[in-house]
């Protein structure tokens, strides 16, 4: 006999990495939470006008921009800068480059999965990769049909899940403004973290919204911002969801 199982068990069903992904997928995110205490809350930068501008910021904090295994360097980079306990990365790639899934993928092959005593892939780390990779989409964190006024523009590239991208971007990132002509950056903020949070669909009724901000919460570490963090993602969902006729949470 199957156990009744609620909308909610459902959700954190979902929500699970798919094995094989776990060290990329918590490092990704961990980068963010990275960014966020050492800038005290401050989230960073998911898109740059142009390459100057990336290369600037880069410059101001220290970072490195390394190529990406075999993309051009003109159309994608990856960002590093070591802290005392920690290295920051991030992987930036050109709006218009078709190659930003072999960026990730250069990326995940590189550092993750299981390794024999040589540092070679095992076959087995290397099914399990093959295998989560087929889960997980090269996310452009912001929207490219939004960067259509900024062909020059460059954008933080995050590993999501499946489930997650392909909602947001018909249920959420659909009813968001594009950029306009002249605008130089733009930061992740605490809307864009529901995507890059849940490996399952965005949340459709209050019950998944909390188990979402839950899981979030339980990914971040301790800070005197992280609260604040929370409710605003809270609070800018419940808003998205009023200005599109609450037609969002339905359930």
Request: with cysteine; proline share 5%.
């Amino acid at each position: 006999m199957t156990p009744e199982t609620t909308p909610e068990d459902d959700y954190d069903a979902q929500s699970r990495v798919p094995d094989g992904a776990g060290l990329f997928i918590v490092t990704s995110r961990l980068n963010i939470d990275i960014y966020l205490n050492e800038r005290n809350g401050e989230f960073p930068p998911a898109m740059f006008s142009s390459f100057t501008l990336l290369e600037a910021w880069c410059a101001s904090e220290g970072y490195i921009a390394e190529s990406v295994g075999k993309v051009p360097p003109d159309e994608a980079r990856l960002v590093r800068a070591s802290y005392d306990n920690f290295t920051y990365e991030s992987i930036w790639v050109h709006t218009k480059s078709e190659r930003y899934r072999r960026a990730m993928n250069a990326h995940f092959t590189k550092g993750f999965g299981e390794r024999d005593e040589n540092g070679k892939l095992t076959k087995v780390g290397k099914l399990k990769l093959l295998s989560a990779l087929r889960r997980l989409h090269a996310d452009h964190v912001i929207n490219r049909a939004r960067l259509a006024s900024l062909p020059e523009s460059w954008v933080m590239l995050m590993p999501v899940g499946g489930d997650s991208n392909s909602s947001y971007g018909s249920i959420v990132e659909r009813k968001q403004p594009a950029y306009p002509a002249g605008t130089l950056s733009a930061k992740i903020d605490p809307l864009i973290l529901v995507k890059i949070f849940a490996m399952a669909k965005v949340p459709r009724n209050l019950a998944q919204l909390e188990k979402l901000v839950s899981l979030v919460s339980g990914q971040m570490v301790e800070s005197n911002f992280k609260a604040d963090v929370l409710a605003q993602m809270r609070v800018n969902y419940l808003q998205m969801n009023s200005a599109a006729g609450n037609s969002i949470l339905t359930q």
